[in-house]
């Protein structure tokens, strides 16, 4: 568990909750979920030291729930979001989980995609406190957190400046990280597909990775499902945020409305997002279709220049089978310049043929 106290002077980071409140500020709370999960009860007293309430216990199971969707909800204490995350665990977990499974659970498709971690985290958003809920190894809240650290080392002026103004900015600021993290699937996702479009336009390769590109198209069909709850979620979030009572003084009316920007630019980042994999997906199927119907094209070529040499050695089979029938007198057949009169105009019949073929574009050369 790591506890952040979030105050104009600086942040200071704890293991334990404080026995209190801080006299100007705010208190991030960041455990992991197994941490919740076996101190969940703890956590409860502490907020209730804090805060003078408690979370919901329907609200405690969404915290602890691994499969939960992207979704907002609210009470009049507090609002909770869990919001999945779309992040990689290079560097992280070097291996895949589910390759210890069998090879049945082997997933194939781009490397990049078999390391797509899109576990949910979970915010309860106090007053004065954010409780978050994260993965074991959430890069997010790590990043976040040394961010915050470093923001207190430098000028007095400066990093107040930087600092989260409330809990609800903390979480906002939290969760466009998490978004933005897509930024590196994203590039290497792109550059594989590119390679594999290459690959599908190419007529002098043979593409067989069909398997992977169906994995390919079933993740990022994932990816925008899960990108759609986010901005459900989002947009939920937002309207409440419109519904909270008028601000007394200035300075709080404008921190409520730099929530509001921060929470539109987070749901701009997340339609990004959904464009750029709409985008990918288009430009999948795009591909597979331009593979087939030039595969369709070299197959019909194929068939063009077999039917005109069919149509070609058609007269000459005649003459030959002319030629051939058992008749005891038939002209030429006992001359002795019938054979090169026969070979001449079976040249002159095939050698026409194929003039008038190549003159109606029947043949003619590929330009690939």
Same mark, same amino acid.
């Given at each position: 568990m790591r506890v952040f106290t979030i105050s104009p002077a600086g942040v200071s980071e704890s293991d334990t909750p404080p026995a209190r409140l801080p006299a100007q500020g705010h208190v991030w709370i960041a455990c992991t979920r197994q941490e919740f999960e076996g101190g969940w009860q703890q956590l409860q007293g502490t907020l209730q030291t804090l805060c003078g309430l408690q979370l919901v216990d329907l609200h405690v199971s969404d915290l602890l729930n691994q499969q939960l969707p992207s979704h907002f909800d609210y009470t009049s204490q507090y609002d909770l979001l869990v919001f999945r995350r779309l992040a990689t665990t290079h560097g992280i977990r070097p291996a895949p989980q589910a390759a210890g499974a069998g090879p049945a659970s082997r997933r194939s498709g781009p490397p990049i995609l078999r390391h797509i971690d899109t576990s949910p985290v979970g915010f309860a958003v106090f007053e004065r406190v954010l409780l978050s809920v994260h993965p074991v190894d959430c890069a997010a809240r790590d990043a976040y957190a040394a961010r915050l650290l470093q923001s207190t080392g430098s000028d007095v002026r400066t990093a107040s400046s930087r600092l989260p103004a409330s809990s609800a900015d903390l979480m906002l600021r939290i969760a466009n990280q998490m978004v933005d993290g897509f930024l590196e699937l994203r590039?290497? %996702?792109? @550059? $594989? %597909?590119? #390679?594999?479009?290459?690959? %599908? !336009?190419?007529? @002098?390769? @043979?593409?067989?990775?069909?398997? &992977? %590109? !169906?994995?390919? @198209?079933? &993740? !990022? #069909?994932? !990816?925008?499902?899960?990108?759609?709850?986010?901005?459900? &979620?989002? $947009?939920?979030?937002i309207e409440t945020v419109k519904t909270w009572p008028d601000a007394e003084t200035p300075a709080a009316q404008r921190e409520h409305d730099v929530l509001l920007v921060r929470s539109r630019d987070l749901l701009e980042h997340i339609e990004r997002v959904v464009h750029h994999v709409r985008r990918l997906e288009q430009s999948v199927e795009t591909a597979v279709q331009i593979h087939f119907n030039a595969q369709s094209n070299r197959t019909n070529d194929i068939m063009r220049t077999l039917t005109v040499l069919t149509a070609i050695f058609l007269p000459l089979n005649l003459i030959a089978g002319i030629f051939g029938m058992n008749f005891e007198h038939i002209p030429l057949l006992h001359s002795d310049s019938g054979f090169w009169w026969a070979m001449a105009s079976m040249g002159l019949i095939a050698a026409a043929l194929a003039l008038l073929f190549w003159r109606k574009r029947y043949i003619e050369r590929s330009g690939r």
């Open positions: 590039r290497e %996702l792109t @550059r $594989q %597909l590119d #390679h594999w479009q290459a690959e %599908l !336009l190419n007529p @002098r390769t @043979r593409f067989s990775n069909w398997a &992977a %590109l !169906l994995d390919t @198209r079933l &993740a !990022l #069909h994932q !990816l925008d499902e899960i990108c759609e709850d986010q901005r459900g &979620a989002v $947009q939920d979030w």
